[in-house]
């Protein structure tokens, strides 16, 4: 059964759509499922100014997009990697992330493991949009 909680984070969209001067793009697909994922940035002074994603995904890869969209803004491409390393660990072992991540803590848990690729996804969609 699907965790009211996730519906509730991907059913908001407000950062749902292409951007069209985007300064950074990735477009990732996972391998298992065939979820997609964009996500466009513009970055101005090492900071995320805007994000935007497109996805056909699950209800998980939706609702992660969804906060990553909202928390990334106005974060340094370090915090966002931190950030994003952290994510990776969330599933294992008990890790605190700051403020303006704490949201992740609701669904990145043990009940959702199952679900880490799908969850992650979007994590790994914007890294790899900073390394390019």
């Not at 990334?72 to 994003?84: G, L, M, P, R, T």
């Amino acid at each position: 059964m699907i965790d009211k909680e996730i519906i509730k984070i991907a059913s908001n969209t407000e950062n749902h759509g292409a951007l069209d001067k985007h300064t950074h793009f990735s477009k990732l697909k996972n391998a298992i499922c065939g979820d997609e994922m964009k996500i466009y940035l513009i970055i101005k002074n090492n900071k995320v100014m805007e994000c935007k994603y497109e996805c056909e995904s699950c209800i998980y890869c939706q609702a992660s997009v969804s906060l990553l969209s909202r928390s990334s803004k106005n974060q340094s491409i370090e915090e966002i990697k931190d950030f994003a390393d952290k994510a990776k660990n969330s599933f294992n072992n008990k890790v605190s992330f700051n403020k303006d991540w704490k949201d992740f803590k609701k669904i990145m848990t043990n009940n959702n493991i199952a679900r880490k690729e799908c969850l992650l996804l979007p994590i790994n969609t914007i890294l790899d949009a900073l390394n390019n």
